[in-house]
């Protein structure tokens, strides 16, 4: 049977002005705008610039007239929520919804507000991971319900992002000590499922704790839905497996195990009757998976890899038609693969180090480093590269984009970059 793939949390008629969750509309870093700007820089086309407090590597999401972000202080104990004024950049709501009287630990490289929000009409839902879920109303900010009892020790941050699928606000915890993905009635924060991950880990020392002190056991990953055939399949990769679940029920359908990596960070793409899934730390290799089957399908189901340097830890891919586009962590290493083989099509150093993932706007793809640099180019089985821009502070954030415009988070500040 042919496999036919919709992404479930779409919203066509809304996607050009709105972007609601990780990785926009669709969740693969495709936007509808046009009119963008090739050019820019802390001067040039610049619609507004607005300083964002404490430390937070979250996204920016828009709906409607609003913008909203996520951050904390540098030691974790003080985690917030922003609003701005989409035309203006004014900020509408500062608020400090959760105080952490012992924060867990957080590596220097990640921060305590790194999970994206999701919006929807009249309501926002921000994640702070196992501190704190909360739902706000986005016309009074009224909090409307908030989560605090889940437990996982995140080892060196949460990173998972949230997303919607009908009444369900759908997540993961994988941490050192729990590795889990569950679901909330997104109404009133009540727990609908929670699936625990079924890979037995096998490294816990003779007295019970992790051998590796929990690298091998967490992760980061956003899930993802499709439809696979005629039924939603929740898309969920963990520390050492990628699952698929029944995002009603959160029943196990089938899973890919992993070996030689862990922490996955990226999240998964979809297309081409394939699913695309980076495989995170420890030399990272991109996999093909061929949806379907049951229990483990890593043998009979996994239709190539690329081991290749150049397959990002952190960065998720970005799929443009039957094209694969790629930028590793360190270094800038820009790769393009043959979506349907494998095959390497070119390889080219941007320079720079990357988090954040590429993008895929107004028939241009943009990669923004660490430094601040965003390199543009123009899909194609050739390296055409069309401009480089620069802000300062660099980028830790994933962008946005929404009308005309680019809503970039750099470590310090919202931009509103359009023509």
Request: charged share 20%; hydrophobic share 35%.
């Amino acid at each position: 049977m042919r496999c036919l793939f919709l992404l479930i949390i779409a919203l066509p008629l809304a996607a050009q002005e709105n972007w609601p969750q990780f990785r926009g509309p669709r969740g693969n870093g495709h936007a509808d705008a046009t009119g963008l700007p090739l050019e820019w820089s802390d001067t040039k086309n610049v619609k507004w610039k607005t300083a964002i407090h404490g430390k937070g590597w979250s996204s920016p999401v828009v709906w409607g007239k609003q913008v909203w972000a996520t951050t904390a202080s540098e030691d974790g104990k003080k985690l917030s929520v922003l609003c701005l004024d989409r035309d203006t950049g004014r900020i509408l709501l500062d608020r400090k919804l959760f105080d952490v009287a012992k924060p867990q630990f957080c590596h220097k490289f990640n921060s305590y507000a790194s999970p994206t929000p999701v919006i929807e009409s009249g309501r926002v839902y921000v994640t702070f991971g196992s501190p704190g879920i909360a739902c706000i109303d986005t016309k009074t900010f009224k909090i409307l319900w908030t989560r605090r009892d889940f437990v996982c020790d995140h080892f060196r941050g949460s990173g998972s992002s949230p997303i919607l699928f009908g009444d369900l606000l759908i997540q993961h915890h994988d941490g050192a000590d729990l590795q889990y993905a569950f679901a909330l009635n997104k109404n009133n924060g009540r727990t609908v499922w929670n699936t625990k991950r079924s890979v037995d880990y096998k490294d816990l020392g003779p007295d019970g704790k992790p051998k590796a002190g929990g690298d091998w056991r967490k992760a980061y990953a956003t899930p993802h839905i499709a439809r696979i055939g005629n039924r939603p399949v929740l898309i969920s990769s963990a520390a050492k497996a990628h699952y698929a679940y029944d995002p009603a029920t959160g029943r196990e359908l089938w899973r890919v195990e992993e070996h030689g990596q862990h922490s996955c960070g990226a999240r998964p793409v979809i297309g081409q009757g394939l699913i695309f899934i980076s495989t995170g730390y420890s030399r990272s290799q991109i996999m093909a998976i061929r949806p379907g089957g049951k229990g483990v399908v890593t043998d009979s189901h996994v239709v190539w890899r690329y081991h290749r340097s150049g397959a990002p830890e952190k960065p998720s891919l970005l799929l443009v038609d039957d094209l694969m586009y790629m930028v590793d962590d360190k270094g800038g290493l820009a790769t393009c693969l043959d979506a349907k083989t494998g095959a390497e099509i070119w390889s080219e150093r941007l320079g720079g180090n990357y988090s954040a993932s590429p993008l895929f706007a107004d028939g241009r793809i943009h990669f923004f480093s660490e430094e601040g640099k965003t390199t543009t180019i123009a899909p194609g089985r050739e390296f055409n590269k069309l401009a480089v821009n620069t802000l300062p502070a660099g980028f830790m954030a994933s962008p946005a984009v929404a009308g005309k415009a680019f809503f970039l988070r750099t470590k310090t500040h919202i931009y509103r970059i359009e023509k």
